[in-house]
């Protein structure tokens, strides 16, 4: 029987060879909640294109939103 902390929880987004991502697993690799990357993509703030009725998101889209995020000013608390 198998150890179950040994097992993972998720499966793994780690695929270099994925072309497109779904937008849950953009969210999993930013680390951010499904809802908040929605609202993100909706906004424009991070690039998606459509495929038919699906949204997906370029894997190289992710380190742009965040190379933004670096050069944003700071916002008053």
Known sequence: M?????VPIEPQT???S???LTVEEAARR???GRTTC???VRAG???S???GRLRRVPPDALPAYVAKLRH???EAA
């Open 14 to 16: 780690g695929d270099p």
């Open 45 to 47: 703030e991070i690039e």
């Open 2 to 6: 198998a150890d179950l902390r040994t």
């Open 49 to 51: 294109v459509m495929v």
């Open 72 to 74: 944003r000013p700071a």
């Open 30 to 32: 930013l680390r951010i």
């Open 18 to 20: 994925l072309v497109l």
């Open 38 to 40: 929605f609202r993100l």
